[in-house]
């Protein structure tokens, strides 16, 4: 399988619209891949929590529309990162969109945890319920947003479902860049799964962002990582490794549920 990491910066001085044609441009020059990810909130800034109002759309907005169009014309699966979705009830969520090779979208997830504790993200925008998962013809994604990577038990949810490729679009800052690291390669190794993590380059709201986007396999070894600028990360890896890794190493058929007395 070949995944085409795109790690966009985000510009304070570049319009929404003008990033929008930007990362449809990246995306359809990455024809020959078989996945292609966006990161967090790309066409806003994660942090740029001021603008999260003006920018909302709805889900088949302008983005939407945008990513569909790229995805056909390159024939790629798109993980179009995540755009500030405003529901039909005004509601706000943070929501991620997937679309086929032929532009229709098959998934749509609104990320579960919200950042910010009492500010921001988490007092701005509404909660997702649902975990998704989307099943690719070589491997079936499980789909999660920044800030998710710390909760295990969503992934734990999302390999109960069947995920072998954990997907984690994000807008992750640089002064935490050590935990991103650390919690892609443990998210794969508890999980024996391979994880595609997904962040910005640039500032979002003065809030520089840690770029170094990075695939990992089951075993936890890390099998390409980005810099810190704007840069698209290609990797091919055999999604084989998973199921191979799990009957060598059956770990996850020792899992306790709790206590047994």
């Known amino acids: 399988m070949r995944a085409s990491l795109i790690q966009i910066a985000v510009d304070p001085d570049e319009t929404v619209d003008s990033r929008r044609r930007r990362a449809a441009s990246l995306v359809v020059g990455q024809r020959g891949s078989d996945l292609v990810v966006l990161p967090e909130l790309w066409p806003v800034g994660a942090f740029s929590y001021t603008a999260f109002e003006d920018e909302a759309e709805p889900l088949t907005g302008p983005t939407h529309r945008a990513m569909a169009e790229a995805a056909a014309e390159a024939g790629v699966w798109l993980h179009a990162g995540s755009i500030v979705e405003r529901a039909d009830d005004g509601t706000l969520y943070n929501t991620a969109l997937v679309f086929s090779p032929r532009g229709e979208r098959v998934a749509a997830y609104r990320k579960i945890h919200r950042f910010g504790f009492d500010q921001g993200e988490a007092v ?26 710390r909760f295990p038990e969503l992934f734990r949810g999302l390999i109960d479902a069947g995920a072998e490729t954990l997907v984690v679009a994000a807008g992750w800052p640089e002064r935490r860049r050590a935990h991103w690291t650390l919690l892609a390669q443990a998210r794969a190794v508890e999980n024996q799964a391979y994880v595609l993590a997904v962040g910005c380059a640039g500032t979002h709201a003065e809030v520089p962002q840690a770029g170094h986007s990075l695939v990992v396999d089951p075993w936890g070894e890390v099998l390409a990582e980005a810099g810190g600028g704007e840069e698209v990360l290609t990797v091919e890896f055999d999604v084989a490794k998973v199921a191979a890794t799990r009957e060598q190493f059956p770990a996850l058929k020792d899992r306790c549920l709790g206590p047994t007395g």
């Open 124 to 149: 701005m925008m509404g909660a997702g319920e649902d975990l998704v998962t989307v099943a690719l013809p070589m491997t079936t994604l499980g789909l999660a947003t920044c800030y998710d990577l």
